[in-house]
Nanobody, 123 residues
């Protein structure tokens, strides 16, 4: 199974940008659909973005469409989430996940998870 470690979170001001990284080990990310989810305090974990394995096909939640880009570097076995124009509603713990169901946005379809990285956006 693949192991995932997120990094790149932090405290920023509204309008700022962040790039989250997800370093994978154990197996190549090319075997998986790679996704990002987030969970805000008191709320359920929600889908943010996903990239199908070994293709350029991506999918985004409406709340981040146009502001976020998911990318992967197979040589580094790393997935990234570039987030621009951040707002306080983006405050959450962000999780990287690996799964095997193309097109899925459901957390239960992702079998490996990182421990998360905190993103806090102040107004």
């Amino acid at each position: 199974q693949v192991q995932l470690v997120e990094s790149g979170g932090g405290s920023v001001q509204a309008g700022d940008s962040l790039r989250l990284s997800c370093a994978a080990s154990g197996r190549t990310i090319g075997l998986y659909v790679m996704g990002w989810f987030r969970q805000a305090p008191g709320k359920e974990r929600e889908f943010v973005a996903a990239r199908w394995r070994n293709t350029d096909k991506t999918y985004y939640a409406d709340s981040v469409k146009g502001r976020c880009t998911i990318s992967r570097d197979n040589t580094r076995n790393t997935v990234y989430l570039q987030m621009n124009s951040l707002n306080p509603e983006d405050t959450a713990v962000y999780y990287c996940a690996a799964g095997g169901v193309p097109g899925s946005t459901h957390a239960e379809d992702f079998t490996s998870w990182g421990h998360g990285t905190q993103v806090t956006v102040s107004s």
